[in-house]
């Protein structure tokens, strides 16, 4: 892997419970290689499975962090901790997860909670540093659980993210970037969920008006739809180009925006 350019590997694109359980979608989080730093974020369904296929060595991860801690983000974080620690042998890495990924109901098993080499509670409005890379946290995200957005900044790059939310006024001051990425769970709200759906997602990128955005974290309903036969129309629309991440998909961070 060519870990000289800033690249953010899609390991799946699929979010929430039926596209989990079929796999309609790879799920699996995403790999960052970010100013010589390998970093995993939200480790869902098949996360090691899929690293190792698309040629990451989780041994070799810098630090790994969680949104939050539901299943589709969570369930293959512990054995990336025992990979990245080489089996809880070697102190390294960080962690970083709200702190209810740690407690009652803890998703990150407490015998590995003392592996790394540095864990750290996301709270809001707080800063953390990998290396050279620079994230915050803005807001926290109205999600059943304790849930955060990222903004991301390395030294020739910022981008956003904004993670599993409902809507809300405020949401996209804190997202600005030229580069914003988008969990669209679904195509509109049919029941009442704590999620985006796409008619959010246009009004977030109308608002935040970055050069790119990209939409992951699909779920039935977006997959039925076929997001990525769907850019054309959402970038007409928003005036923005719009890209539906793919499972696989490898961004390079110094030509998408
Ligand atoms: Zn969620």
Redesign the pocket.
């Known amino acids: 892997m060519d870990t000289a350019k800033d690249t953010i590997i899609f390991l799946g694109t699929g979010?929430?419970r039926f596209t989990v359980a079929k796999q309609l979608l790879a799920t699996g989080g995403v790999w960052m290689n970010l100013a010589g730093e390998q970093i995993l974020m939200d480790p869902g369904p098949g996360s090691l499975v899929y690293a190792i296929k698309l040629g990451c060595d989780p041994t070799k991860l810098s630090a790994i962090i969680l949104?939050?801690k539901?299943l589709?983000?969570s369930v293959d974080i512990n054995v990336m901790i025992e990979a990245m620690t080489e089996g809880g042998w070697k102190k390294r890495g960080n962690v970083y997860a709200p702190a209810d990924a740690f407690e009652n109901g803890a998703v990150i098993l407490p015998y590995l909670q003392g592996c790394p080499e540095k864990v750290e509670l996301l709270e809001e409005g707080k800063r953390y540093a990998v290396g050279d890379v620079k994230f915050s946290t803005p807001v926290k995200h109205i999600?059943?659980?304790e849930?955060y957005g990222f903004v991301f900044k390395t030294p020739k790059h910022k981008f956003s993210w904004i993670?599993?939310t409902k809507i809300f006024d405020s949401l996209a001051s804190h997202y600005h970037a030229d580069l914003v990425i988008i969990n669209v769970?679904c195509l509109e709200h049919r029941v009442p969920v704590?999620?985006l759906s796409l008619t959010d997602a246009v009004k977030l990128i109308k608002e935040i008006k970055p050069r790119t955005a990209i939409l992951t974290h699909f779920g039935i309903t977006m997959w039925k739809t076929k997001p990525w036969e769907m850019e054309k129309e959402v970038s007409d629309d928003t005036g923005v180009r719009v890209i539906a991440a793919r499972d696989g998909m490898v961004l390079d961070l110094d030509t998408v925006y």
């Open positions: 979010g929430a949104s939050h539901h589709d983000h999600h059943q659980v849930t993670t599993d769970l704590d999620h």
